[in-house]
């Protein structure tokens, strides 16, 4: 079974532009979660989706959005970018269904490192 | 506010040696935990997890120990081999108005030496 794949995997961008990542989960897994690693920061959460439904949200200001398909496949945006936004982004997947009555393993996938000049 | 803390950078251990890594929480409210392993320029593969109901699981040369009352868990490595050299995440874990959110520890980078 194919992991979690997500494109691009690298993406150089200048500042005021935006950027769409794209992840796509693993085959059955219906949600996906989004992350943010930085060297200061660490692994941050951003956002997570189940039926094209946002569920949970962290803390990162409105110019980060997200959107899930109907097959699974999610896609992270941000606008207006600024230097800190320079990061690894991860997608992970998981079995979880909603409402959700138990915690579950999610696996991620390779990143796409984002570098705003 | 970091809910998840990874006290040591680092950790140098001989080959065939375990390795012990460790990770506190303060948060009472989580429910499951994991371990990540993560190599540079790679996404975190998941290693190990364990369920607040329990104490301690065990997965071939992997070991997770949970002691709820401290708020402590550990990853047992034994044997330690070269190819575990990598960075190692704690994660945990807890379901917020019923959806799920992973909250990770610094990292501990740790380096087998032959």
């Known amino acids: 079974k194919a992991g979690v794949t997500q494109t691009p995997r690298y993406l150089i961008k200048t500042r005021g532009q935006q950027v769409t990542l794209s992840c796509s989960p693993i085959s059955g897994h219906r949600s996906v979660s989004w992350y943010q690693q930085t060297p200061g920061q660490g692994l941050q959460f951003l956002f997570e989706?189940?039926?094209?439904?946002?569920?949970n949200k962290g803390n990162f200001p409105g110019r980060f959005s997200g959107r899930q398909f109907s097959n699974s496949r999610s896609e992270m945006n941000v606008s207006t970018l600024e230097l800190g936004d320079s990061a690894l982004y991860l997608c992970?997947?998981?079995?979880?269904?909603?409402?959700?009555?138990?915690?579950?393993?999610?696996?991620f996938g390779p990143g796409t490192r984002l570098t705003v000049l | 506010d970091q809910q998840v803390k990874q006290n040591s950078p680092s950790l140098s251990v001989q080959e065939g040696r375990i390795s012990i890594l460790n990770c506190d929480y303060t948060n009472s409210m989580f429910d499951y935990f994991l371990w990540y392993k993560k190599y540079p320029a790679e996404g975190p593969t998941f290693l190990i997890s364990?369920?607040?109901?329990?104490d301690k699981n065990e997965d071939g040369r992997f070991t997770v120990f949970l002691n709820k009352s401290a708020k402590h868990l550990s990853l047992h490595i034994v044997p330690s081999q070269p190819g575990d050299s990598a960075v190692y995440f704690c994660?945990?874990?807890?379901?917020?108005?019923?959806?799920?959110?992973?909250?990770f520890g610094q990292g501990t980078r740790l380096t087998i030496n032959p």
């Open positions: 994660a945990a874990s807890s379901l917020i108005q019923g959806a799920q959110k992973l909250v």
């Open positions: 989706y189940f039926s094209e439904t946002q569920r």
């Open positions: 992970a997947s998981s079995l979880r269904d909603f409402p959700y009555v138990s915690t579950d393993t999610q696996y």
């Open positions: 364990i369920s607040s109901i329990k």
